[in-house]
């Protein structure tokens, strides 16, 4: 089985200050992390991803994530925040080597930043 | 735009009621996922595709159905409606199966009164 945990509901964050949105994972072998964004009335936008590699992943509009293996954690940054991140975000999980792609998402995390 | 493309976007219908939602993957894709979007369940895995087959199931109901035809367009069929199937109802795609990005659709938005 895979989960995933996105313990905040709600970030508010003041603009041009960092960010941080965070994401833990439980998956039975090698986990591919996802975080997508959805703006209010819009589809789910992917941001970034993690497959293998480099634990630190860069992504659209400035975002990037960090794959903490020992953590299962898999939070999303942003080192300057913009009123326009604010969104919806989600951070989702599928298990590697598999002939299947179901992806297992958070609840979601509210983003706000504020001006 | 991501390139998945979904009809309708809105449709309200009654309770008892069948409907059928439409979804056109990106080009090249061969992988079709559904989700449903609600605000109780969050987002719930319903069903993928891969090249005319099913390849995974979720939590779907027996009153949904889906099929992907030979073009790859696929479609989500729902019927018996009932108030709580009402929904955000997304479709997406990817190229093939495990690593490959899934791209969403914009949704179709189904309001059962």
């Known amino acids: 089985a895979q989960s995933v945990a996105q313990p905040e509901d709600q970030v508010n964050v003041a603009e041009g200050n960092p960010l941080t949105v965070k994401c833990t994972y439980s998956?039975?072998?090698?986990?591919?992390l996802f975080w997508y964004v959805q703006y209010p009335n819009r589809g789910l936008q992917f941001l970034l991803k993690?497959?293998?590699?480099?634990?630190l992943v860069k992504g659209s509009y400035g975002f990037e994530a960090e794959f903490n293996k020992s953590q299962t954690s898999f939070h999303l940054k942003k080192p300057s925040a913009l009123v326009s991140d604010s969104a919806l975000y989600f951070c989702?999980?599928?298990?590697?080597?598999?002939?299947?792609?179901?992806?297992?998402f958070g609840q979601g995390t509210i983003l706000t930043v504020h001006p | 735009d991501s390139g998945v493309t979904q009809t309708p976007k809105h449709l309200i219908t009654a309770t008892g009621q069948r409907v059928t939602l439409r979804c056109s993957p990106r080009?090249?894709?061969?992988?079709v996922y559904w989700y449903q979007q609600s605000l109780d369940q969050g987002l719930q895995f319903l069903i993928q595709?891969?090249?005319?087959?099913?390849?995974a199931k979720g939590n779907i109901l027996e009153r949904f159905s889906a099929q992907q035809f030979p073009d790859l367009h696929s479609e989500l069929n729902l019927s018996s409606l009932e108030l709580g199937d009402s929904a955000l109802y997304f479709c997406?795609?990817?190229?093939?199966?495990?690593?490959?990005?899934?791209?969403f659709g914009e949704g179709s938005w189904l309001t059962v009164v």
């Open positions: 997406a795609s990817s190229e093939a199966v495990s690593g490959n990005t899934i791209y």
């Open positions: 998956v039975s072998g090698n986990p591919y």
């Open positions: 993690y497959i293998t590699g480099d634990n």
């Open positions: 989702a999980v599928r298990l590697g080597g598999t002939s299947y792609g179901k992806l297992t």
């Open positions: 080009s090249g894709d061969l992988s």
């Open positions: 595709y891969y090249n005319g087959e099913e390849r």
